[in-house]
């Protein structure tokens, strides 16, 4: 049980493949319905997962209208509602540092921690889709530096807001009549470029200390902003060398920080397609991608940043227009792992599509061959465990809980039972609070 | 049947009365917990009330460490929680329209709506306490007409969104592969003084149509906001005559903006402190005013604007030293109420916290009092109905549930079971797009 691996699985929409809608034997709208969240979610606490990830998109762009689109719901509430009907899964919600108020986030936050008694964690985003920008004011959005300069202060905002009410600041003296201990309760009196906000949070500490922090960006900027704050990198990593690397940069940052860096925890995204033979699998993805006509590939060509008449199923990647695409303000982490993944074996866009699933890799065979991906990349020092964009909901989820759970746990490399009550000792880090001194540096920067 | 009373249940902290969490029975952090709600939920909706209402304060006030504050936890993750282990009650999440931004707030309320089945509700505030305002820039609270200016174009905007998608846009065709029909989905391109939005929301129309709208302001831009926007106000009002007048001018308001003055409901909240016998709810008055100290007294004194050092007991409120308080920036209808209830009847302070529970009408007997109480207002045009200001949670509400609603019921004022699904339909109110145009005239103000 020394290092086992982490799993968290990724609601989006319907399924992460831009078929499953129409391939799935549910209703359509089942993305809009409690009993559909409900189903996921106990699945994926019976197969002793760590965590469900809920990703965000603040808007509805043209090609969201083709399928449930991931954002349509907030992921806030939905958890609020799974926090119901779980009891050890953790809880993952993203939610954009460009387009909230950091007090209303952390408060948001809070609540769900102690509702789910510890097992809520917040994923940082900065929002890269400007159809967003223009559900929030006139301006356009902004530049990638300045999201990040200003993601930095909204997460330390966050923490200040969590850790404001000391661990026994809450009394309760029913006799005595002292409900706080006042003098553990501070302002946090933040005042930064960006954010002036006074506190204290409105809530005590939750009983994992303080909500669990994901990130998910891969850039220079995502880098650095992980590496200081971070629990868990969301990463996006399409070939075996890139993620080792990937890993080992992070967690040199993370050392460079002052930080052990065990208490980052690396997570690339796995798109799992699988059969009960590596055929009835590869039929699973025809299927699907009969469903999704080009939009697989229209996605690749949006993630990579040309137009997808730029693309021939049968050519590499246009690197050279890639290149030159000056205006390319969108995910760098997945730009740069699908020309990765192209460069590395001289693929075609075909082979792109067959083992890049919507940007991150993709394992299309047997219980044996998925569990093997996952089982090789956490030997290599490749991952500490996956992000699952399973292919479709609830059916995938089913076929990885009761085919490849098992394995794994047969292998000795996966939990059989959660090790904890909260999604902090789940994943085996320790409470924040043990060791502040980094975080009372990081307040200077404002002092 | 025909007029049946309204009636819903405000959980705030764990109970309106400020001794409430040291003489209820559970721990003083119920107010975190789950199982807490919970129960509380699941009781109210076993007596067939129409809805749960969480009250919201976006900041931690000096005197809310004295006990468990109302703005603790965000409400729309409490009533996310709420949603998956209710199926008929109404979920109302208070929420600031100074301090959220329109796009954010209404996908999140659409969700809970989804999430629950057509059960949300919003309810209007535009926050009166300045300590919010700290954490959330370095300006002040902005002044009454300026709030109410910008909520009333929150507003517009959010209900906008609410209805981007018309009633059919969802197709969700697996065969053709047709998941919306684009043209039945559109952009609010709203362009006024403090929004700019794009749209369209994330999410199809809900099953009760959009979200109900609460209102809970009772001023001048208050009145003029409810009339023209809300299906139910939360109304404060401590006199039979006084409640009487204010349903009378919101429902003359509503046929002046061209609405059914039935569409819109008038709750008065209400304290009811129940015993067996007068005598038993009065030592139940007296056990917990003896464990709040001096709390309610210094409540009144806020509400009324002037130092506690101002109130004496057995004096009348000092209506001079009130008026000269110019800088009072804070509710104004729990203002006039406490002056109105005390001029009334030239009542002492002392007689005014008897009376007046925390704000609200309060009344300390018989389950049989408290429904001739809710039964007389209602007769006489004062109420469609009451939010029910729970004395300590959960007895308080077990007693009414348990005791009160039967004999409402008996009456024939009551529902024995929920009319339908939705809070709407439970409400009594028509689907909001049975008829858009004063809706559309109210668009034509940002063109």
Known sequence: MSSDIIL?????????????????????SDYLDINYYREVAQLAESGRLHALFLA?????????????????????????????????????ATASTSFNEPFNLARRIASLDHLSRGRAAWNIVTT?????????????????AERYAKAEEFVDVVTELWDSWDEDALV???????????????????????????GPNTLPRSPQGRPILYQAGSS???????????????????????????????????????RDPDSLKILPGLVPII???????????????????DAELRKLA???????????????????????????????????AAIQLGASENLTVREILYRNGGGHPQVVGTPEQVADFIESWHRAGAADGFNLMIDELPSGLRAFV?????????????????????????????????SLRNYEQRRSHYA
């Not at 990463?235 to 050392?255: E, H, M, P, Y």
């Not at 940043?305 to 982490?333: E, H, M, Q, Y």
Request: glycine content about 10%.
């Open 8 to 28: 968290n699985a990724t609601i989006m929409g319907l399924g992460m493949h831009l078929g499953a809608w129409r391939h799935r034997s549910g209703s359509p």
């Open 220 to 258: 220079e900027e995502g880098r650095a902003l992980a590496a200081r704050t971070a629990d868990v990198v969301f990463a996006v990593q399409n070939t075996l060398a890139s993620a080792i690397a990937f890993r080992k940069d992070l967690r040199d940052r993370a050392a460079r920080e002052g």
């Open 56 to 92: 965000d998109t603040l808007a509805v762009s043209e090609e969201n209208f083709e399928r449930p689109n991931l954002g349509a719901m907030d992921p806030t509430a939905v958890l609020g509602a799974l926090a119901a009907v779980t009891s050890r899964i953790g809880l993952v």
């Open 402 to 434: 009761d085919e490849v759970v098992p394995l794994l746990q047969r292998r000795g490399v996966f939990q059989s039972d959660y090790r904890g009550d909260t999604l902090r000792s789940n994943l085996g880090l320790r409470n924040p609070h043990d």
């Open 275 to 293: 059969g009960g033979t590596e055929r009835e699998a590869q039929d699973r993805k025809s299927a699907l991608d009969d469903l999704a006509g």
């Open 128 to 144: 890269f889709i400007p159809d967003v920008a223009a559900n929030f004011g006139k301006g356009p959005l902004p530049p990638h």
């Open 302 to 336: 949006s993630r990579v940043g040309v137009p997808a008449s730029d693309l021939s199923l049968d050519k590499p990647l246009p690197i050279d227009r890639i290149k030159a695409n000056d205006k390319f303000n969108a995910s760098r982490g997945f730009q740069a």
């Open 172 to 198: 309760g003296n029913k006799a005595s009549g002292l409900f706080a201990d006042r003098s553990r309760v501070n302002a946090v009196n933040h005042d930064g470029r960006f954010f002036s906000v006074r």
